[in-house]
């Protein structure tokens, strides 16, 4: 079974700063989507970037880019010149042949002005 | 961008009633629709997949009886919560998967948040 985890349940950047998140994912499959999904306040789930395992660029958006190590199945996200409506909780996620997305357990950022 | 459109976005309802949320993809058919539910500051958990024109597949732990979904149309599905208890009460989140994009795109409803009183 595939399973997502996000050792960070909290973090916190300033303003203008540079933040990471870390994740960590298990599969015996070969070929696979890895995500991360902003969720504010509202609780509306907002897709921030998206990566295709066979893919060995890493995903860019702006100021969210990832680093994806697949040999360690490690997908993290670094958030450029924070602001403070990325303020949220973030979750990984996972997706295969199944169709089934699975997430991690979800870090809350806060980004101090 | 594709939408998909989830309501009610509140309901409180009284213990041994039943309760509808609808999930509907607006521009976009949704051959696959997956259901969440998610306590305060968690993650999300999968609770089942449904497919348009077949039964829903359920994951370990959850109660058939009690969460009835239907996915009669390319655009609809439904998640009936039958004889609710406090226990049930839950933010509930709908996802449908945009034909054509495979496992790579994923839309989400805004969520329902369930109170049974």
């Known amino acids: 079974a595939q399973t997502v985890t996000q050792s960070q349940p909290e973090m916190s950047v300033q303003e203008a700063e540079t933040v990471t998140l870390s994740c960590t994912y298990d599969t015996s499959e070969s070929n696979y989507y890895l995500f991360w999904y902003k969720q504010p306040p509202s609780r509306q789930m907002i897709l921030v970037i998206r990566q295709e395992a066979y893919k060995q660029q890493n995903a860019t958006e702006n100021r969210f880019s990832v680093n994806f190590q697949k040999a360690a199945k490690s997908f993290s996200l670094k958030i450029s010149d924070s602001q403070l409506g990325d303020t949220a909780m973030y979750f990984c996620?996972?997706?295969?042949?199944?169709?089934?997305?699975?997430f991690g357990q979800g870090t809350t950022l806060q980004v101090k002005p | 961008g594709a939408v998909v459109s989830q309501h009610p976005s509140r309901v409180i309802c009284k213990s041994g009633t039943s309760v509808k949320i609808e999930c509907r993809s607006l521009?976009?058919?949704?051959?696959?629709m997956f259901w969440y539910r998610q306590f305060p500051k968690k993650s999300l958990m999968l609770m089942a997949t449904s497919n348009e024109g077949s039964k829903a597949t359920y994951e370990q732990g959850v109660e058939k009886d009690k969460f009835l979904i239907n996915h009669a149309s390319l655009t609809l599905s439904t998640l009936t919560v039958t004889s609710a208890h406090p226990e049930d009460s839950s933010f509930y989140i709908c996802?449908?998967?945009?034909?054509?994009?495979?496992?790579?795109?994923?839309?989400f409803g805004s969520g329902t948040r369930l109170t049974v009183v």
């Open positions: 996620a996972f997706s295969s042949n199944t169709g089934k997305l699975i």
């Open positions: 996802s449908a998967r945009e034909g054509g994009q495979g496992n790579y795109g994923y839309t």
């Open positions: 521009d976009f058919q949704a051959t696959t």
